[in-house]
């Protein structure tokens, strides 16, 4: 990148300049010592650090809020509910949890053939979140995902929701905050789709190339 494409003012974004291993910073006080990059991390707000042979440089002096993980979901997944399966086997693995207000969710993982459906019911409905308490439940669902993938190992999951549901939050917008951050931590690559009121969210592990 051109230095004066990175340096231009008065913009609405600002796209920075590529870094790579082996390139060269300046660290210290009064930044004059010189480093060269030998990798990258992030640190317990998500804000980037540059691993180097002068030790590990925060890149950013300011906290960026929008890197920073959600800590609301954080806080939802250390208090998810004890679940239990009442099958596993490598065509079908099903399992159920019960709520707060002991309504049962029904958790269903089948294989499709090309790929894996996941589906979960509260109380033989689809309607999940408009029962209340939506992200322990969302938490409980990606713990039951969590196991399932260790042991089983899919190269493509699906998962569908309506667009819309009565409650404060929907279903959807659930979905694409959690399978989003699931799908990135787990090696996943995620898609979003939707169509005639049905979003749709396809995670590929990746490298693999099977279309769906």
Request: hydrophobic residues 30%; positive net charge; proline residues 5%.
């Given at each position: 990148m051109r230095a004066f494409e990175f340096l231009v003012e008065d913009k609405d974004?600002?796209?920075?300049?590529?870094?790579?291993?082996?390139?060269?910073?300046k660290v210290g006080r009064f930044k004059n010592r010189k480093?060269?990059?030998?990798?990258?991390?992030?640190?317990?707000h998500g804000q980037p650090v540059l691993k180097?042979?002068?030790?590990?440089?925060?890149?950013?002096?300011?906290?960026?809020?929008?890197?920073e993980p959600d800590k609301k979901i954080d806080e939802t997944f250390d208090n998810s509910y004890r679940y239990e399966w009442d099958d596993q086997t490598n065509g079908a693995w099903?399992?159920?949890?019960t709520v707060k207000d002991n309504d049962e969710v029904d958790v269903n993982i089948e294989n499709w053939q090309k790929y894996w459906k996941i589906e979960f019911v509260r109380n033989h409905q689809h309607m999940v979140t408009g029962g209340g308490d939506a992200m322990r439940i969302f938490a409980t669902v990606i713990a039951m995902i969590d196991e399932f993938i260790d042991?089983?190992?899919?190269?493509?999951?699906?998962?569908?929701?309506?667009?819309?549901e009565a409650g404060s939050v929907s279903r959807a917008k659930l979905y694409s905050n959690i399978i989003k951050r699931f799908a990135s931590a787990n090696g996943y690559d995620s898609q979003e789709s939707t169509e005639d009121g049905k979003t749709s969210y396809l995670l590929t592990r990746r490298g693999n190339n099977e279309s769906i």
């Open positions: 974004s600002l796209k920075l300049p590529d870094m790579n291993v082996g390139d060269e910073v480093a060269e990059i030998k990798g990258f991390k992030k640190d317990d180097t042979t002068k030790g590990d440089q925060k890149l950013f002096k300011p906290r960026i809020s929008k890197l099903r399992g159920h949890f042991i089983q190992s899919p190269d493509v999951i699906k998962f569908s929701a309506d667009k819309s």
